[in-house]
């Protein structure tokens, strides 16, 4: 206890620290010409192309290192193979190449999946009630390429497919993109906590009930997530991303401790929405943010996706 009579004591032996270097913020882009609220998830909202600027020079001033960028794709633009994934001019490339034009020297993350895309909300392409691994890869490769073409400097490929690491990595390399990283969702879970997400981007409606537990990773299991890691770092990954985060802090860790590579966890929308309302109705304090960062931290995180980036950045500087 003598360690932890005085604040200035506290800080001397204080193992694990938040720093505005370890947060990454995500950004929904939608195609309306106003800013629109995500029910959801309280103080989150949608970003028109005409405020997406504004927002990325924010979060540089504040020091962020990195934003994700995920788009709320018109429902008429929908179908069943997410052709729209591969227009160059969908929400995606156009944010990023307007982010690129104007903003200098932050990162840019998109994501690589084609759930905003497909009119079931499935990640994949379906037949017979399936998700083709391999008819999906292809797609996600020529996104992926479109994608790093508009400026994206991480590709995110969040589908789970089998094999799509390895192909995207070829892809990429093929195509003189070379210093292109790639940020796998590497040990993503069929979770509960994404609702709000899939409601922030249109998939909620598409999906309706149908499971991606075919694709996305029982939440039982803790092996498999070492074995799908290992996997994609023999393909190619240069970090990998466990998603959700605060269930899943063990797996974070034995990640870290196993593979020794960079390690990042998402704190999902649903984890958000959770201690944001508890916050708003008074029953925890604003405190328990910067807590539930220093537990990723703690767990071996290098990084943290979370939608309180830009809050807790303001008050760590």
């Not at 999906?207 to 023999?234: C, G, H, P, T, W």
């Not at 328990?288 to 979370?306: P, W």
Request: proline share 3%.
């Amino acid at each position: 206890r003598r360690n932890r009579k005085s604040d200035w004591s506290r800080r001397l032996v204080k193992e694990n620290q938040i720093s505005v270097n370890d947060l990454i913020l995500p950004i929904f882009v939608t195609d309306s010409d106003n800013k629109t609220a995500i029910t959801a998830m309280p103080g989150v909202n949608r970003i028109p192309m005409n405020e997406v600027v504004g927002i990325v020079q924010e979060a540089k001033e504040l020091g962020l290192p990195a934003i994700a960028l995920f788009p709320e794709t018109n429902n008429s633009l929908k179908d069943e193979n997410g052709s729209e994934a591969l227009n160059e001019e969908n929400i995606v490339c156009r944010a990023t190449r307007l982010i690129k034009d104007n903003i200098k020297d932050i990162g840019i993350i998109t994501d690589v999946a084609l759930d905003p895309y497909t009119s079931h909300g499935h990640d994949g392409i379906i037949k017979n009630n399936e998700i083709l691994n391999d008819e999906t890869l292809s797609i996600l490769c020529k996104q992926a390429i479109i994608q790093t073409k508009a400026g994206s400097d991480i590709i995110a490929p969040s589908d789970m497919m089998d094999g799509r690491v390895q192909a995207i990595r070829k892809a990429l390399d093929k195509n003189d993109y070379k210093n292109t990283q790639i940020m796998s969702y590497a040990a993503k879970y069929a979770s509960c906590f994404f609702g709000p997400f899939r409601n922030a981007i249109g998939s909620d409606a598409n999906l309706s009930s149908k499971s991606k537990k075919s694709y996305q990773m029982d939440f039982a299991n803790s092996d498999e997530a070492l074995r799908e890691v290992s996997l994609d770092i023999s393909e190619g990954a240069d970090m990998v991303m466990v998603k959700p985060g605060m269930p899943y802090l063990d797996i974070i860790k034995s990640i870290k401790e196993n593979f020794k590579i960079p390690v990042f966890a998402y704190q999902v929308s649903g984890e958000y929405s959770l201690i944001k309302n508890a916050i708003d109705k008074k029953i925890i304090s604003e405190d328990s943010i910067i807590e539930t960062l220093t537990g990723f931290k703690r767990a071996g995180a290098s990084a943290i996706v979370t939608y309180f980036a830009d809050k807790i950045a303001k008050s760590l500087k």
